[in-house]
């Protein structure tokens, strides 16, 4: 029986959204009983489950003047509330096709909590527990940072409770063919006569390889010129490792009959993976720990052999054992528990000191340094030192992920594009069998094996970015809306803990629903690749970077667009990137690094770890080297790794809080003003190939070069087509675009007593201690 299937209506479906900007007026109505809120979002395999009308959204932690009267609905796939009250100061809000404005995924609710003002009540509300009180105020606490609190003052108090126990036990699953994708992809493949191809619909844009076949492969090695590996297919079926693909990349060297033999003695049957190729011919590789020790040395021999017959110059390899030199998944799971107390429970208003201790005392930013640190390392290894290294974890399925996509992301160009960083996380987090399950947690059933490990990869791709804003395809937006992509649970990317895995759970659904299959062989979970199942083609385009400049830049000369071609410079100090400034070189210095109020205190600090007198290592100096050399950006990058150089990721971590929002300030702003520019450009570029194409001076145009810019571009700010007009900062920009905090985060006292004291000092969100005089 599905979870919470009593509650659910027969036959009662999500109505369809209608456009309509209705306006009703705020506060209860018994007369709109029967139609209050009609309208919201509706997706495949989508079903109500329970309802509670005359709820009040708390908008504002002072007063309740500007909350939301509405309509609280709990789905099978999220939880709604449906208004027909505009927010205030509310001007923009990005069109998502899955979620509406005051939509919460189930999957993305970490904990539900009710609260009775009258008996003086709480509780943390867990999957088919009981609730013996009517609450008055239910809080929501989501693994994206947002503490969402709705009211029941003037709603039914059987209705109140009944929707509050929905909530808690729908987005707690028992199982895992509960989870909505399972439902969303059946509704999807089955419900529709449109052709799919790989999953993806037609036109859908996604052009993201995959890596479930071996033509993939194939094209990865003739990229890197990996002419010494092959692919390998011993694994068709999942016969040799459950947790690897059907098709990898092993040396040329090795036969398949070894690898089938090697394989039982290592952990998880993970057989050393090839990852990627140097130009220098140098190789990236990862593998699990050799379980079987009377084995190791033997296996180590052969592997290594195998490695260093692929090298043109048969050099040696290095091992880079992740468990001795990097934190545990554990420890970087506690790290963001005590980052999201200092970001969204203590009171934001604490002393500057405090908070910025706080924020260190996290160890959050320590560990991030830690991972770019390691992987800097491993570059100088392939490219410094040109042997090829080989990357061993436990169960090669957590800090390899990290670490691999790091190394990859600072020698390969490719991999800071669009689509060639989509290719790398399908790689080597999708595809390699990083437990997204688990780490994310859906099903609730453990936490210690709940863990952020591709937030965390995110966040150093992040500093990356921050440091080189030129040298990224993508924006800071892109990867915010990728990584709350992993709470949205109808994607293939986010929702299993390896390929094999995804296929037997298909199975098993498709034979519990007596689902004819056909021609398919499981359910075609998609991608989450192509966004245009969740944005706009106009939304997309937060996602572009106008300062990108990518190996088909193309420029101007004397009245001829060309290709980009960049030359030597000269001329450069060596402190060029020693000390940097606002800018240079494609390389954003220390300018407000700060987390908050763009404080100097922490410039102030001096570094004495500067002063220090230490002998040089050669990665060390390598480094050194590097960074007095001018920056190529389609080359080698390397982070800066200082205290100061390594900063909170702002966007992310505190979008959702009010008092951290600045009104036309923050990043968005200079973002703004340079689309502007790149959206200029592109148009004067147009207009010079219609030009040129007419046959310039002598020719006759075949029409006027329109001013007006194609809905197609690529910046999602339009520059201003009359001269007359300046383009100044919309008014409804913010440090938290395109994010809103209003309606986020409403601190207010909970019977008589702060938030952060009834939250401080939790492990989780909430601490068990309040709850000690409650009777379950």
């Known amino acids: 029986m599905a979870a919470g ?49 005359f709820v009040r959204k708390c908008i504002a932690a002072e007063s309740s003047q500007d909350d939301l009267w509405g309509k609280l609905i709990c789905t099978n796939f999220k939880i709604s509330f ?152 011993i694994n068709e079926g999942y016969t040799v490792s459950p947790s690897l693909p059907e098709y990898f990349v092993v040396p040329a060297s090795m036969a398949d009959l070894d690898l089938k033999q090697y394989a039982c003695s290592y952990t998880g049957q993970r057989i050393p993976m090839w990852c990627w190729n140097h130009s220098n011919g140098s190789s990236l590789v990862r593998m699990s720990s050799i379980c079987d020790v009377q084995q190791q040395r033997k296996l180590d021999q052969r592997v290594s052999s195998a490695i260093t017959k ?21 420890e970087v799971q506690a790290a963001l528990i005590k980052l999201r107390q200092s970001c969204v429970i203590e009171p934001f208003e604490e002393s500057e000191e405090k908070w910025l201790s706080s924020m ?14 390691h992987a800097v390392e491993v570059v100088y290894m392939l490219e410094g030192k040109r042997v090829s290294v080989s990357l061993q974890e436990e169960e090669d399925r957590d800090l390899c992920c990290v670490v ?53 990869f995110l966040d150093c791709v992040w500093q990356l970015m921050n440091q080189y804003p030129a040298a990224f395809e993508f924006t800071e937006t892109y990867l915010t809306v990728l990584s709350d992509s992993m709470w949205i649970p109808v994607f293939s990317t986010f929702l299993f803990n390896c390929p094999q895995q995804r296929a037997e759970y298909s199975r098993e659904f ?54 980009f071609r960049r030359t030597k410079q000269r001329n450069y100090s060596s402190t060029v990137r020693g000390v940097p400034s606002a800018l240079k070189n494609g390389l954003r210095g220390d300018v407000d690094t700060l987390s908050r109020r763009n404080s100097l205190v922490a410039r102030l600090r001096p570094d004495f770890s500067q002063a220090r007198e230490v002998t040089e290592t050669p990665c060390e100096r390598f480094t050194r080297e590097w960074f007095s050399r001018p920056t190529d950006l389609q080359g080698l990058l390397l982070p800066q790794l200082l205290p100061t150089h390594v900063t909170l990721w702002r966007l992310y971590f505190l979008r959702w809080v009010p008092e951290a929002s600045i009104s036309q ?61 300046a383009a100044s900062t919309p008014e409804y920009l913010s440090s938290s675009f395109p994010f809103s905090p209003v309606g986020n985060l409403c601190r207010r006292s909970i019977l008589g007593t702060p938030l952060t004291k009834f939250l401080n000092g939790a492990k989780i969100w909430l601490s068990t201690e309040t709850l000690a005089n409650e009777t379950v």
């Open 82 to 233: 449906i208004t027909h009250n505009s927010i205030p100061q509310q001007k923009f809000q990005y069109v998502h096709h899955l979620l509406g404005e005051h939509d919460i995924p189930l999957a993305c609710v970490d904990q539900v909590v009710t609260v009775n003002d009258a008996k003086g009540k709480q509780k943390v509300l867990g999957s088919n527990q009981k609730l013996k009180f009517n609450p008055t105020e239910l809080i929501l606490y989501c693994k994206d940072f947002r503490i969402v609190r709705f009211r029941f003052d003037e709603a039914g108090p059987e209705s109140a409770k009944k929707v509050c126990l929905a909530i808690a036990h729908y987005s707690q699953p028992a199982d895992p063919q509960l989870l909505f994708g399972f439902e969303f992809a059946q509704s999807r493949q089955y419900g529709s006569s449109v052709e799919r191809v790989n999953g993806v619909d037609p036109g859908g844009g996604c052009q993201t390889p995959l890596f479930d076949r071996p033509s993939d492969w194939d094209r990865e090695i003739k990229r890197t010129g990996a002419s010494e590996w092959r692919v390998c297919s």
């Open 310 to 330: 692929s090298h043109p110059q048969r050099s040696e390899v290095l091992t880079s054992d992740l468990d001795k030199t990097l934190p545990s998944i554990q």
């Open 360 to 373: 260190e005392n996290s160890r959050w930013t320590e560990y991030v340094r830690a991972f770019l640190r």
């Open 404 to 456: 691999a996509s790091l190394v990859q992301l600072m020698l390969d160009p490719h991999c800071r594009s669009l689509v060639g960083f989509q290719a790398l996380v399908q790689k080597e987090w999708v595809m390699a069998g990083h437990r997204f399950l688990d780490r994310c947690n859906h099903l609730k059933k453990n936490d210690k094996e709940e863990a952020p490990l591709f937030l965390l």
């Open 665 to 725: 300030g923050g990043a968005i702003t200079a973002f703004h003003k340079l689309s502007l520019l790149a959206d200029e450009i592109e148009s004067l570029q147009n207009q010079l190939r219609q030009y040129n194409t007419s046959g310039g001076v002598g020719g006759t145009p075949a029409s006027t070069p329109n001013p007006a810019h194609p809905e197609h571009g690529r910046m999602y700010f339009k520059c201003t087509p009359s001269p007359n007009r």
């Open 510 to 563: 498709v034979h519990s629903k007596s689902i004819p299959l056909g021609n398919e062989q499981a359910l075609k979970f998609p991608p989450v690749w192509d966004w245009s199942q969740q944005f706009t083609l106009k939304d997309q385009t937060l996602f572009n970077n106008p300062l990108y400049v990518g190996k088909g830049a193309t420029c101007v000369q004397n009245g001829t667009v060309k290709t």
């Open 5 to 53: 299937s009593s509650l659910i209506p027969e036959g009662h479906t999500l109505p369809v959204q209608h456009t309509g900007s209705l306006q009703k007026p705020r506060g209860p109505d018994p007369a709109r009983d029967k139609g209050f809120g009609d309208d919201t979002f509706s997706v495949c395999g989508e079903i109500v489950v329970n309802e509670a009308n």
